[in-house]
């Protein structure tokens, strides 16, 4: 069974998040039905996540345990799950601290953890399981750095799709490099990193797609994914994505939240705006974008394109094909002579 309620607050209740009257009503209404969770449309603090669950003694679960829950689905390679595990660790601790406050000042166990005793347990094991997985993420954070430095010592152009949950990063992706990628509609279907090589241009160039930026992103999920992040932070050409189909104030929202985790990070590296679905869109709607848009994109190229059609992709390759230029290796045999090793080592 799904139910939903709503309530107008200017403000949630410090004690439910919810007043008590709505509280009341819900578990009135819920009585007699069978239901496996609540879901808070917010963020809850830890005193409010522990009572609605010892009001409706049902799992609560608030906006950033959702999104974790569907994190949990789409994890499949070991980094993804080591990273959502994190990101689960770090959320948990907050609630567990609560729950162990609230036990030691006699409150009966609640569902988080199965009890005083099983919580107080799991929130030390958690803490060191979250230590373990750190170190592991910094180790293949380390070997993602080598491996960009070896692909840029082979003359490789690095470019990463970033941008808003479901704009069409994987299509793009694949449009780019003749790969089949699977496309989901579905929020958060990629949480790991995939590199294909870029078709159709002169010298080469490698292509990254990466998770998908949301609103309001917990700093503890965005900490928990740095390393699959740093594809985009590291990357020559970053090419940050939008759906050009959805309406301007949607565009401007999702465009002010990637611009956030971005730009902070990213220095003086080539940002390209690019507004996917333009199959879904006429020529005067780009050129309305484009002025309306003018504060978003900070002197920065906007391009209009379409995974579907392949349109306008060339203005793409065209950017990479002009970094490609200005990466250039060059391999020399030298004659083994005292001159010729003052040269290598100059």
Known sequence: MEQEFVQSRRTPHNVGFLGPGKVNEILEEMKGHEYDFIVINGSLKPSQHHYLEMKFQHEVLDRTGVILRIFAEHAHTPEAILQVTLAKLRYEQPFLREWIHKSKSGDRPGFLAGGAYATDVYY???????????????????????????????????????????????????????????????????????????????????????????????????????????????????????????????????????????????EERLLVFVGNKADKIDHGREEGLRQLLEGHLGGRELLFVSAIDGGNLESIRAIVSKVQRRNSVISAILPNTDSAHSLADA
């Open 124 to 266: 030390e094991h958690a803490k060191t399981h979250a230590r373990r997985i750190e170190a592991e993420l910094a180790d293949l954070s380390k070997q993602r750095a080598l491996r960009r430095k070896r692909r840029r010592d082979g003359g490789y152009v690095l470019v990463s799709v970033a941008g808003y949950t479901n704009a069409g990063k994987t299509a793009l992706m694949n449009a780019l490099s003749e790969s089949s990628l699977e496309v989901d509609d579905r929020l958060f279907s990629t949480l790991s990193t995939t590199t294909r090589r870029i078709r159709g241009i002169r010298g080469s160039a490698l292509i990254s797609d990466t998770v998908g930026f949301i609103r309001d992103l917990p700093t503890g999920l965005v900490d928990a994914f740095k390393s699959t992040l740093e594809e985009v932070y590291q990357a020559d050409v970053i090419l940050l994505v939008f759906d050009a189909s959805e309406d301007v104030d949607t565009i401007r929202t999702k465009l002010s939240t990637s611009l956030d985790i971005i730009l902070p990070m990213i």
